[in-house]
Structures are given as C-alpha cells and as structure tokens.
C-alpha cells in the first residue's frame, strides 16, 4: 500500500504582495487568521521563521521568548496543527547586512549564532527538532570581499555550535545559488550534505530542497531530490516552480513544467518519502495581482496539483516502464509518460 502525504506551509506564504519595485497591494491577514486557514486548504504543518513564532523577539529576553514560544504551542494545539520547523531569520537585522555567520564582523556573527539559539529554543518549546537554514546572506557581491574556505568553516562552526547547544535537533540546510547574493556558499544539496560532514554530528545534518532552488542552479530538481534520498538526508521539501532562469518566482507547484513536477512526485514517492515523519511543504508565493479574497488559492492549488500528479504517477504501469527501459525504446517510454499525463 503506497504512503500518504502531509502538508505545510509557513505564514510568509500568504502575504501581501509587495515586491522591490512597489508597494502592498492586499491587506495583512492576521497570523491567527492564517491559522484558522490551514485545515481549510487541507494542510496539517506550519513552517515557522523564528520570528514568526515569536515577533520582535530581539526586544524579549531568552525567557520571555520561550513562554511566547509556549503559548504558541496551545494554540497550534488547539487548531490542531503541528510545528515543522524553526527557522532563524538572519537576513533582516542591520547586523546581518555582509552575511551572518560569515559576516566579516565579529559581533555581527555572534549575534547570528545567539540568534539561531533563540531560534533552537523556540524550536524545542513549539515540540520540533527541526532547524531550517536558508542561507540567505552567507555569500559575496564580489568575491573578493570573503575567504571562500574561511566561510566554509565558520558555516561548519556555527553549525557545530547549534549541534552542541542542543543534542536533539537536526539542521536542515536549504541550499540556494543565488539571490539575494551574487553567489552563495551553499547552491546545491551536495554543497549541503558535505558542509554536514564538517562536523562531529553529521548523522543530524540534512536538508530541504526547494525545486526553484534546484532550478536557479541550473539542476533537475528530482534528481536533487534523488541525491539526497541517496544519501538519507532529504528531510523536507519546498515545492514550487519556476520559469527559467530570473528571479526566484516561487510558483505554483507544477505550474510551469508538470512533467517536471510529476518526477519529482514520483520520486518522493517510490522512495517512501513521508514515511518517517517528513512534510510536503509548499513554498508558493501568491500573485500580485491577486485580490484579498483569492489569495489562498496557490496554496490550495498546488497541493491538488500534488494530489492529482501523485494519482498518474502511481497509474503508471511499471512492468511496462521496465520491458521499454529494458529495450531501450526511450522514445516509446517518452510518448507513454506524456499521454499519461495529456490523459490525466
Ligand atoms: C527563499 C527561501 C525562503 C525559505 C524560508 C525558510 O528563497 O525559499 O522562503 O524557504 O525562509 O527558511
Ligand atoms: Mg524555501
């Protein structure tokens, strides 16, 4: 009997469309609200940055923040909702402007390792051991401004302090290419996997691969996805999609290439991704251009979409994949995928 699968988001998702070039267009939804919306569009999981959970928490002490932390937790409960992950948000401070833990300022990088202890106690009192790292900032304008193997060992070291603050989380590395840096440190997950290895706890370092991620990289994301399953180390995913090379557009999952999006459901799928507990996270952004009373749907959307590719993928007749892959008719196979789908 093939798995099932859960859903998550995080609160960003639904946001209210200002981009660099204007301003707001919808009205804010209130993180209650939000809450309220989950079960309704069929999502079990909330994805958290830590001030998310606990906003303004460079005002509160370590204490304030985990009863803020607590609190949050109750109501999570009483929507019947579960924590994915935490994740520190160092790429908004004036303190993390050249980076957080490779910044070239000393104070600014102890603030980014303070900060994502923070962000490990919130973790522990909303009852998650999963850390996200998004390395936003961890990367050069220009290269000469860093050391490329100073940085490679201040991200190991901050990741071993984490590792060692608390020995019950796991660190999930999104790795990125670019943007909002020229170039960063961590572009793919084979980036990701080998910075784990420059710790003593490589065993709790693993990542999410987020498919336009995959895609500004210039890689197949169901290949990326198979690397890491290869390795027992993809334990999250943010689906969405993206239209070539440019900004990261975060689109509706499937809403560019879904024959790309089916293999990366296919993948997921044959290798039982899920079965330890994994989320299918959905890292969509909303279109501008969406009124205040539509601007959900993206999310609802690409889980159906998700659903729905699920459902061709496993109607595939394998017996028949294996005797073309055995013949070696690609071209047969090609046609056989294609109509299942244009049939689906
Ligand atoms: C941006 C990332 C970002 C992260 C989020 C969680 O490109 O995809 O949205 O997923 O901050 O760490
Ligand atoms: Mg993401």
């Given at each position: 009997?093939?798995?099932?699968?859960?859903?998550?988001?995080?609160?960003?998702?639904?946001?209210?469309?200002?981009?660099?070039?204007?301003?707001?267009?919808?009205?804010?939804?209130?993180f209650?609200?939000?809450?309220?919306?989950?079960?309704?569009?069929?999502?079990?999981?909330v994805?958290f940055h830590d001030d998310d959970a606990v906003p303004d928490m460079n005002e509160l002490s370590q204490k304030e923040i985990i009863r803020e932390a607590e609190a949050l937790k109750k109501t999570l409960d009483n929507?019947?909702?579960?924590a994915?992950f935490v994740a520190p948000r160092l790429?908004f401070d004036?303190r993390?402007?050249?980076?957080?833990?490779?910044?070239?300022?000393?104070?600014?990088?102890e603030y980014a390792i303070e900060r994502s202890k923070r962000t490990i106690d919130i973790a522990r009192a909303l009852g998650t051991r999963n850390i996200?790292?998004?390395?936003?900032?961890?990367?050069?304008?220009?290269?000469?401004?860093?050391?490329?193997?100073?940085?490679?060992?201040?991200?190991?070291?901050?990741?071993?302090t984490m590792?060692d603050y608390d020995r019950n989380i796991?660190?999930?590395?999104?790795?990125?290419?670019?943007?909002?840096?020229?170039?960063?440190?961590?572009?793919?997950?084979?980036?990701?996997?080998?910075?784990?290895?420059?710790?003593?706890?490589?065993?709790?370092?693993?990542?999410?691969?987020?498919?336009?991620?995959?895609?500004?990289?210039?890689?197949?994301?169901?290949?990326?996805?198979?690397?890491?399953?290869?390795?027992?180390?993809?334990?999250?995913?943010?689906?969405?999609?993206?239209?070539?090379?440019?900004?990261?557009?975060?689109?509706?999952?499937?809403?560019?290439?879904?024959?790309?999006?089916?293999?990366?459901?296919?993948?997921?799928?044959?290798?039982?991704?899920?079965?330890?507990?994994?989320?299918?996270?959905?890292?969509?952004?909303?279109?501008?251009?969406?009124?205040?009373?539509?601007?959900?749907?993206?999310?609802?959307?690409?889980?159906?979409?998700?659903?729905?590719?699920?459902?061709?993928?496993?109607?595939?007749?394998?017996?028949?994949?294996?005797?073309?892959?055995?013949?070696?008719?690609?071209?047969?196979?090609?046609?056989?995928?294609?109509?299942?789908?244009?049939?689906?």
């Amino acid at each position: 009997m093939a798995g099932t699968f859960r859903f998550s988001f995080g609160p960003w998702n639904i946001h209210e469309g200002a981009d660099p070039f204007g301003p707001e267009v919808r009205k804010s939804i209130p993180f209650n609200q939000k809450l309220a919306a989950y079960k309704k569009l069929g999502f079990d999981g909330v994805q958290f940055h830590d001030d998310d959970a606990v906003p303004d928490m460079n005002e509160l002490s370590q204490k304030e923040i985990i009863r803020e932390a607590e609190a949050l937790k109750k109501t999570l409960d009483n929507h019947g909702l579960t924590a994915e992950f935490v994740a520190p948000r160092l790429w908004f401070d004036p303190r993390t402007i050249d980076g957080g833990y490779t910044s070239n300022c000393a104070k600014c990088r102890e603030y980014a390792i303070e900060r994502s202890k923070r962000t490990i106690d919130i973790a522990r009192a909303l009852g998650t051991r999963n850390i996200v790292l998004w390395l936003a900032r961890e990367g050069t304008y220009i290269r000469e401004a860093k050391d490329p193997v100073l940085a490679a060992e201040r991200i190991a070291e901050a990741l071993q302090t984490m590792l060692d603050y608390d020995r019950n989380i796991r660190i999930m590395i999104e790795s990125k290419p670019n943007e909002p840096m020229d170039h960063t440190y961590i572009p793919t997950i084979g980036h990701a996997i080998a910075m784990g290895l420059m710790t003593n706890a490589p065993e709790r370092v693993g990542c999410l691969i987020e498919t336009a991620h995959a895609l500004l990289a210039n890689l197949s994301p169901s290949d990326e996805m198979g690397f890491a399953l290869a390795h027992k180390k993809l334990w999250s995913v943010h689906l969405n999609d993206q239209n070539s090379l440019k900004f990261d557009q975060d689109l509706t999952f499937g809403a560019v290439d879904p024959r790309r999006a089916l293999n990366q459901v296919r993948v997921l799928d044959k290798h039982d991704y899920g079965s330890s507990g994994e989320w299918v996270g959905l890292d969509v952004k909303v279109m501008r251009t969406q009124k205040d009373g539509t601007c959900m749907k993206h999310l609802e959307y690409s889980r159906k979409i998700f659903l729905k590719l699920l459902e061709i993928s496993r109607s595939l007749d394998d017996s028949k994949i294996n005797q073309l892959v055995a013949e070696r008719d690609y071209e047969e196979l090609n046609f056989y995928i294609l109509n299942a789908m244009l049939k689906g």
